[in-house]
């Protein structure tokens, strides 16, 4: 069993990556509306790894001895102004989810929770995995037009990735 205040704040995060990945099909979204069904792959995907990171914090809860608790989903922003604005989002999102896990570390070593402490050390490694990815993202889009031959090709790209 955990302290209270540890299950707390997993449970808040469990609920975070729900809202991260409903985010990320909002976003999936706009580029289908657009008709870069590659780019909307991309964002179904990240829907669903965030979906997987949700589950990992219900597994770990349960084996811990503690009840997954779901909570209610917020509407996600539905309305981006072009690609660009929708990757800024992306990124800003996993600086927030960052933040979160950096958060909820540093609870774990204050309250000497070795197993969740070392449980958090992968989501550690993962958001400088996601920030990197959405980092260099950005840099190709800003240096594009949308819709414009790279545009189409990182598209061509996206529509390719699976989730691991």
């Known amino acids: 069993m955990l302290p209270t205040k540890m299950t707390e704040a997993l449970n808040k995060q469990f609920n ?3 809202q991260a990945a409903h985010a990320y099909k909002a976003m999936a979204t706009y580029f289908s ?3 870069y069904q590659g780019f909307a792959n991309f964002y179904l995907v990240q829907a669903k790894e965030e979906d997987f990171h949700a589950m990992k914090f219900y597994h770990f ?3 811990m001895g503690e009840k997954p608790v779901i909570r209610k989903l917020e509407e996600p922003k539905n309305h981006f102004e072009n690609a660009v604005n929708v990757v800024e989002e992306s990124l800003a999102q996993e600086r927030a989810v960052t933040t979160d896990i950096y958060t909820l570390a540093t609870l774990a070593e204050e ?3 070795h197993s969740t402490k070392t449980f958090l ?3 550690i490694k993962e958001q400088m ?3 990197e990815a959405f980092r260099l993202i950005l840099v190709k889009l800003n240096g594009i037009q949308e819709g414009g031959e790279f545009f189409l090709k990182m598209d061509e790209d996206f529509a390719q990735r699976t989730l691991e």
Do not use: A, I, S
């Open 61 to 63: 809860l349960v084996t």
């Open 16 to 18: 975070n990556e729900m």
């Open 33 to 35: 509306d657009k008709g």
């Open 129 to 131: 995995e996601e920030e």
């Open 111 to 113: 309250l000497k929770q």
């Open 121 to 123: 050390d992968w989501f």
